[in-house]
């Protein structure tokens, strides 16, 4: 068995923890580019239109819009990321949210 200094050992302890900081950091949201609404009614949001489902976004938090798309049954969906999620953008649909006048 190997013993270490405590230098070493607080050093080892560091890198572990810049590690595990590094990969948490988040990559998927697209920022602050858009137009910022108000979700009005709990929504499903997916990774695409007709996709899957990656959580519920709630009531009376903001969502950011980065894009529309309709799908093939035409409906619209808002793509972007909520208050909730900022590190991940999805799609909700667009009646879920409300965007001023």
Not at 15 to 24: D, F, H, I, N, W
Not at 41 to 63: C, I, K
Not at 85 to 94: K, Q, R, T
Request: aromatic share 14%; hydrophobic share 40%; with cysteine.
């Amino acid at each position: 068995m190997v013993k270490l200094s405590w230098k070493a050992a607080l050093a080892a302890s560091c890198m572990t923890l810049g590690a595990v900081t590094a990969t948490a950091a988040p990559a998927a949201a697209d920022g602050t580019n858009g137009p910022l609404c108000e979700i009005v009614s709990n929504a499903y949001q997916y990774d695409a239109p007709l996709g899957n489902y990656e959580r519920t976004v709630h009531r009376g938090h903001q969502f950011r819009v980065h894009g529309w798309k309709y799908d093939r049954l035409n409906r619209l969906w808002a793509f972007g990321h909520s208050g909730e999620s900022w590190w991940d953008d999805g799609y909700v649909l667009d009646y879920h949210i409300y965007c001023g006048s």
